[in-house]
C-alpha cells in the first residue's frame, strides 16, 4: 500500500473510530476530542512525510479538514495554491482596465434589457389588440435568450483577455475580441451543456428514482397494499434509490473537477463540444485532488474577501435612502471587480496542466 492510501485509510479509521466513540460514551465532547487528536496526528504524520514546513504543517493539522485536501493535493508539478493566488492579482493588476470593460458591460447590458422589459410590460397594459400576456411571454422569452447570448459572448470575451494576459501577448480590441467570441459561441455553450449533462445526470436520474418511489409508497398506502411481498419489495427499492443518490453525489462532485476545463479547451485548444469531455479529463488525470485544492483555496480567499468587503458597504445603508442607494451601488461595483477573479484562477491553472503534457513530472 502507497503512503498516500495509507494516509487515506487512516485518515478515515479515525472518523469511524471517532464516531464509533460518540456512541459509546455519554460525554460527546470526549469523542469530539479523540477525533481531533486522530486527525491531527494523522494529518501531521502526512505533512512532515512530505517535507512540509512547519507553519502549514500545524495548520494543516488543526484544520483536518481542509488540511486533508491541502496534503492530498500535494503535487510537485504544479505551483501552490498561494502562487496561483499571487499571479491572479498580478495579472488582473497588470491590466485591469482591459479586463474589468468585459463585465462591467455584462452588468450594464443586463441592466438594460431588463428595463426594456419592465418598459415592454407597461406599454403592453396600454394595447388590446393583442391580449397582454401574449406580448409580455414573447418579449419576456426574447429577453432571456438576448441576456443568456450577451452574457455568454462578454464571459468569452474575458476569457480571451485573461488568456492573452497570461501568455504575455498584446490585447485585442474589444470588438475583435467580442467578433471572436461569436464564432466560438455556440461550442463554448455545447460544451458547457455536455459537461454539466455528463456530470449531474445519475443524480437526475436517483432523483426520478426517488419520485417514482415516493409515488408507488403513496400509492400503496392509500390503496392499503404497504403490506407482505409488496412492503418487502418497498424497501428494496427505497434502498436502490439512496445508493443512486449517493453515487449520483460522488459522480457529480468527482467530474465536476474532472470536467472544469471543458469549455476552456474550446477557446484555447481548439477542442469540438464532444471533444472537449475527453480533453479535460486528460488534463486533471492523476491531478483530482491538486486542482480541486488550487482551484478552490484561492476561490474561497477571494470569496471571504468580498463578504467582508460587503459587511463593510452595508454600514451605509444604516444612513437613510441616500445611505442605501450609496451601499448598493457599491455592492454593484464590488460584485463587477470580483467577477473576473476566479477565471483568473481557472485560466492560469489550465495553463500549468497544458505545459504538463509537454514537460516531464517532476519526482515526489
Known amino acids: 500500500m502507497s503512503k498516500r492510501n495509507l494516509y487515506v485509510l487512516l485518515y478515515i479509521i479515525g472518523i469511524v473510530v471517532s464516531v464509533g466513540a460518540g456512541m459509546g460514551v455519554k460525554n460527546f465532547p470526549i469523542a469530539l476530542l479523540l477525533l481531533f487528536v486522530i486527525r491531527f496526528g494523522v494529518n501531521f504524520w502526512y505533512a512532515n512525510l512530505n517535507g512540509v514546513s ?51 458591460w455584462q452588468f450594464l447590458g443586463v441592466a438594460a434589457l431588463v428595463i426594456l422589459g419592465v418598459i415592454i410590460w407597461i406599454l403592453a397594459s396600454f394595447l388590446s389588440l393583442i391580449p397582454r400576456y401574449i406580448i ?19 464571459t468569452i470575451g474575458l476569457y480571451y483577455t485573461i488568456k492573452r494576459t497570461t501568455d504575455g501577448q498584446p490585447n485585442m480590441p474589444v470588438k475583435e475580441t467580442l467578433r471572436l467570441a461569436w464564432t466560438k459561441l455556440s ?11 455528463y456530470a449531474i445526470w445519475p443524480l437526475l ?16 398506502s392509500l390503496g392499503g397494499l404497504n403490506t407482505g411481498a409488496l412492503l418487502q419489495g418497498n424497501w428494496i427499492f427505497g434502498a436502490i434509490v439512496a445508493a443512486a443518490v449517493v ?13 472544469i476545463f471543458n469549455y476552456l479547451s474550446v477557446l484555447f485548444a481548439n477542442q469540438k463540444a464532444t471533444e472537449s469531455l475527453t480533453y479535460s479529463k486528460a488534463l486533471t488525470k492523476n491531478h483530482w485532488w491538486a486542482v480541486l485544492w488550487r482551484m478552490y483555496a484561492p476561490a474561497w480567499v ?32 464590488l460584485q463587477v471587480i470580483a467577477t473576473p477573479l476566479v477565471g483568473i484562477i481557472l485560466i492560469i491553472l489550465f495553463n500549468h496542466l497544458e505545459r504538463q503534457k509537454t514537460s516531464p513530472p517532476v519526482q515526489s
Open 54 to 104: 512547519l507553519a502549514p504543517k500545524i495548520l494543516a493539522s488543526i484544520f483536518s479538514g481542509c488540511g486533508f485536501v491541502y496534503l492530498m493535493g500535494l503535487d510537485k508539478n504544479l505551483p501552490g495554491a498561494w502562487a496561483i493566488l499571487d499571479d491572479t492579482i498580478k495579472i488582473y493588476e497588470k491590466n485591469f482596465k482591459n479586463i474589468i470593460i468585459y463585465p462591467l
Open 136 to 154: 409580455v411571454i414573447v418579449f419576456s422569452v426574447i429577453i432571456f435568450i438576448a441576456i443568456i447570448i450577451l452574457s455568454l459572448l462578454l
Open 187 to 197: 461550442s463554448f455553450l455545447g460544451s458547457a451543456i455536455l459537461g454539466h449533462l
Open 205 to 220: 436520474a436517483a432523483i426520478i428514482l426517488g419520485a417514482i418511489y415516493a409515488t408507488t409508497s403513496m400509492a400503496y
Open 247 to 259: 453515487y449520483g453525489i460522488i459522480h457529480f462532485v468527482y467530474y465536476s473537477i474532472r470536467l
Open 302 to 333: 477571494v470569496a471571504v474577501v468580498v463578504i467582508i468587503a460587503s459587511f463593510v458597504v452595508d454600514i451605509f445603508s444604516l444612513f437613510g435612502p441616500v445611505g442605501e442607494a450609496i451601499s448598493s451601488i457599491l455592492y454593484l461595483v
